[in-house]
């Protein structure tokens, strides 16, 4: 971008990022009266996504023209190049058509035909942007639309611009905008927000854990793509480049995979989601993938869900009808490429469970030296679910990393007890800072003998109350149970570090509460399958 566009951010008055979550925030309540939730998320976010491709379309050529008239070229033949449409795409903008441009649809927002106009618009940008297939909304002209309210939210998107906030080019302001909406629609939508969003901490933690420098980095059940994008955050931040890492997933809710496919459009990330939304259990989309990092937020303690008792993925045991969450760790290891690491977000209940089986697949992982950490997770960091939840890490090969790694960690398990981190952003939730991120995984890079603890200077030893390396005869000796507190025991005490006792009771309430939730949950399915039993 040119050096006079990058100033323009620093110009008194220039709208802030908060400024532009603000006025994108009163445009989805524009709608929120008259449609639930999930229904003005699709509204929302298809029309942010429509003003982002003409921002961009907008900011790539204005910097064509300066170019091309820096080069003398005379304004008589600027035509050729701006309407060069492989002069955009190489550039990482989406040509738009004309009709299709946000200025052409703001001028008819008034129009009692606005709602086919963008319709047509979405379909346009589509049929000249193979990327984009199938992926925009085209649900502005249905009959259930209030066209005058649509207007009016075209007309309060129209004050939002895509460019020159702090000096960030389009792509990476919407980048930023887009990841904020998802946040927070899935608080709108409560616990069906939890099947397109992860919170942005525990994504963090599974990514900064698996540190994905490069190679193939697949998804099960993408939702909205969080995943991926914390990867390339990741790879960026370490110097590197996109293509860096190439990224695969299948999600099953056609609504959340075109979240997905927008999220990787926006960010630049070149995917392959497969050409439609799937369940992965009943049509693997990426049947031959073996990943180098898998990370996966799956459904909790999934009931309904299409098993096969022959599957060649249940090497370690047939998972319960009633139950998917085996049948996600099973999917996840047998997708690993001989080096492949995994790192999945779980209810509490994986790690000790031992009705229809579960105990015994967890045993098999576990003799199978599969698993290279477990970690406990605090309370409250889910807004959409009030089960505890804890992360599985895998690794397919647990030797030294590296010419300079000396850790050999074959017949080791890493538990941490994350439980007490976090801080309250408000009285219903809690985010993991960069601290308490950089301390789990720095724990365990230590554990591992990873390169970037090396030059870190980090070295792992025990720590009560927090972390410890357990022998697989230890773990054996707690029956494959493998809940963190059973193995980092209780911290030392001081007088200077102890929880107030109002916070404490209060948490302990917390976590109590969600104990009975769990324990409501287990004797619901143990009923059911008494009852299973009485009908044969």
Not at 161 to 177: I, N, P, S
Not at 255 to 269: D, E, F, P
Not at 297 to 310: E, G, Q, V
Not at 433 to 441: F, L, P, Y
């Amino acid at each position: 971008m040119p050096a006079r566009k990058k100033n323009q951010a620093t110009l008194p008055g220039m709208p802030t990022m908060e400024d532009l979550h603000a006025t994108l925030w009163k445009a989805a309540d524009k709608l929120r009266g008259s449609m639930d939730a999930a229904q003005y998320k699709d509204f929302v976010l298809g029309l942010v996504f429509l003003k982002y491709v003409s921002d961009a379309f907008a900011e790539r050529r204005d910097q064509i023209r300066a170019d091309v008239l820096a080069d003398g070229v005379p304004e008589s033949q600027l035509g050729q190049f701006l309407d060069d449409e492989d002069e955009y795409r190489r550039e990482g903008a989406f040509w738009v058509p004309q009709g299709a441009r946000w200025d052409d649809l703001a001028a008819q927002a008034k129009s009692a035909g606005i709602g086919q106009l963008i319709d047509g618009a979405m379909d346009a940008i589509m049929q000249t942007n193979a990327a984009l297939t199938g992926v925009l909304p085209k649900i502005f002209n249905r009959d259930n639309v209030d066209q005058r309210r649509l207007g009016e939210l075209v007309d309060l998107i129209s004050d939002a611009r895509f460019t020159g906030h702090e000096g960030k080019k389009a792509r990476d302001v919407l980048g930023e905008v887009y990841e904020y909406f998802l946040e927070k629609f899935a608080r709108a939508e409560g616990k069906r927000g939890g099947e397109f969003y992860t919170p942005a901490s525990v994504v963090r933690v599974l990514v900064e854990m698996l540190e994905p420098y490069a190679g193939r980095v697949y998804d099960p059940c993408c939702g909205s793509g969080g995943m991926f994008v914390q990867a390339e955050k990741f790879v960026l931040a370490h110097r590197g480049r996109r293509d860096d890492i190439a990224v695969y997933g299948q999600e099953s809710n056609e609504r959340t995979w075109r979240l997905a496919q927008m999220n990787l459009a926006i960010h630049g990330i070149t995917g392959d989601l497969s050409s439609r939304w799937a369940d992965t259990f009943y049509e693997d989309k990426h049947p031959d993938i073996k990943a180098d990092f898998i990370l996966a937020n799956p459904p909790f303690n999934m009931s309904d869900w299409a098993r096969k008792t022959s599957d060649p993925r249940w090497k370690y045991g047939t998972p319960p009808a009633g139950n998917a969450n085996f049948a996600w760790l099973q999917h996840i290891i047998w997708k690993l490429g001989n080096r492949g690491s995994a790192g999945v977000v779980l209810a509490n209940g994986s790690m000790s469970s031992k009705q229809s089986g579960e105990g015994e697949i967890r045993a098999a992982m576990v003799e199978a030296d599969l698993i290279s950490c477990m970690i406990a997770l605090p309370p409250q960091l889910f807004r959409t679910t009030q089960i505890p939840a804890c992360l599985w890490f895998f690794a397919k090969d647990k030797g030294p990393q590296g010419a300079k790694a000396l850790r050999d960690r074959r017949g080791d398990i890493l538990f941490i007890d994350a439980r007490t981190m976090g801080t309250m952003v408000d009285r219903t939730e809690r985010i993991l800072t960069d601290d308490d991120i950089a301390k789990i995984a720095g724990t365990y890079h230590a554990w591992r003998g990873a390169e970037s603890a090396r030059l870190a200077g980090l070295k792992y030893a025990d720590v009560p109350g927090f972390c410890y390396s357990a022998t697989l005869d230890e773990v054996r000796s707690h029956e494959h149970i493998l809940t963190p507190g059973r193995y980092v025991g209780a911290p030392e005490s001081t007088d200077d570090d102890a929880e107030p006792l109002a916070e404490k009771v209060d948490r302990l309430k917390k976590e109590l509460y969600a104990h009975f939730e769990e324990s409501s949950r287990l004797e619901k399915e143990v009923r059911a399958q008494l009852e299973r039993l009485d009908d044969v």
